[in-house]
């Protein structure tokens, strides 16, 4: 059974840091994708970064390109997603998903088929 648990969130300041973790169980890194979106209030749920073919391809949406990191660690299972220089813009659940998208689907929902259940990220003084 896939499962993904993500944990990490909370409250910072602008220009902090956080780091979020994805644990994962009943897949293989180097079959699948995984990668983080994240839904503000009122908004749609928008793609932040992705990680394919074990870390051998990597993604990132436009704003978050040089202030976040997607990274692997294969032993432990976990996807991570490293934060900085957050901005109160980033304030936002955010989601760990896994699936096999093709190029054109990497960057959509559609391209993933399973999802953890969310972690807070508030940016705010």
């Known amino acids: 059974q896939i499962q993904l648990v993500e944990s990490g969130g909370g409250l910072v300041q602008p220009g902090g840091s956080l780091r979020l973790s994805c644990a994962t169980s009943g897949f293989s890194f180097r079959e699948y994708a995984v990668a983080w979106f994240r839904q503000a209030p009122g908004k749609e749920r928008q793609f932040v970064a992705a990680n394919r073919w074990n870390g051998n391809s990597v993604y990132y949406e436009e704003s978050v390109k040089g202030r976040f990191a997607i990274s692997l660690d294969n032993p432990k299972r976990t996807v991570y997603l490293q934060m900085n220089n957050l901005k109160p813009e980033d304030t936002a659940v955010y989601y760990c998903?896994?699936?096999?998208?093709?190029?054109?689907?990497?960057?959509?929902?559609?391209?993933?088929?399973?999802w953890g259940q969310g972690t807070q990220v508030t940016v705010s003084s």
């Open positions: 998903a896994m699936g096999r998208p093709i190029v054109s689907t990497i960057r959509t929902e559609r391209g993933y088929s399973t």
